[in-house]
């Protein structure tokens, strides 16, 4: 296997562990710490992490990450005649769909609809439960699909052979 296939496989598994941890974190205390909270100051402060979270460090990892699994997918693809081929593709179809395409198509909509919300108007408070558990259940498949691709992408690193 040539050196700059092992650091893509190896970004890979950094990466998708990375951002598994944080999603991690979100489904299992944050959104439940900001549920105990008063609902304004819930919505408040789910808005200002949906603005920060935009920054280079997180976007870096969570986009550079995709582009990666993208390459490992199409290498793994063309040398699909090698062991490691099913476990590379298949981390690599769980990253960019599950954590990718359900940001995109999940979890990034009910940020806008949550950003556009009054959070001291009564709808606020019915949107909020609905994001709340909207979102979190997104975020947990998110968890899930990131962690399993890094242990797909630690398999076929050692079948690399």
Not at 44 to 50: E, K
Not at 137 to 148: D, Y
Request: hydrophobic fraction near 55%.
């Amino acid at each position: 296997m040539n050196t700059l296939m092992t650091l893509a496989i190896f970004a890979a598994i950094v990466g998708s562990a990375l951002i598994g941890g944080i999603f991690f974190a979100f489904s299992n205390f944050i959104m439940k710490a900001l549920q105990r909270v008063p609902n304004p100051e819930g919505i408040l402060a789910m808005q200002t992490i949906n603005v920060t979270v935009l920054n280079r460090g997180f976007l870096g990892v969570f986009m550079g990450t995709a582009l990666i699994c993208l390459v490992i997918a199409v290498v793994s693809i063309a040398e699909w005649e090698m062991a490691r081929s099913p476990y590379l593709l298949g981390g690599a179809v769980a990253y960019i769909g599950g954590t990718w395409l359900v940001t995109v198509l999940g979890n990034v909509p009910l940020n806008n609809e949550l950003a556009a919300v009054k959070r001291e108007s009564t709808e606020a408070l019915d949107f909020w439960v609905h994001y709340l558990e909207r979102w979190t259940k997104l975020n947990s498949q998110r968890t899930g699909a990131a962690l399993c691709a890094s242990v797909l992408f630690v398999i076929g690193l050692a079948n690399s052979g």
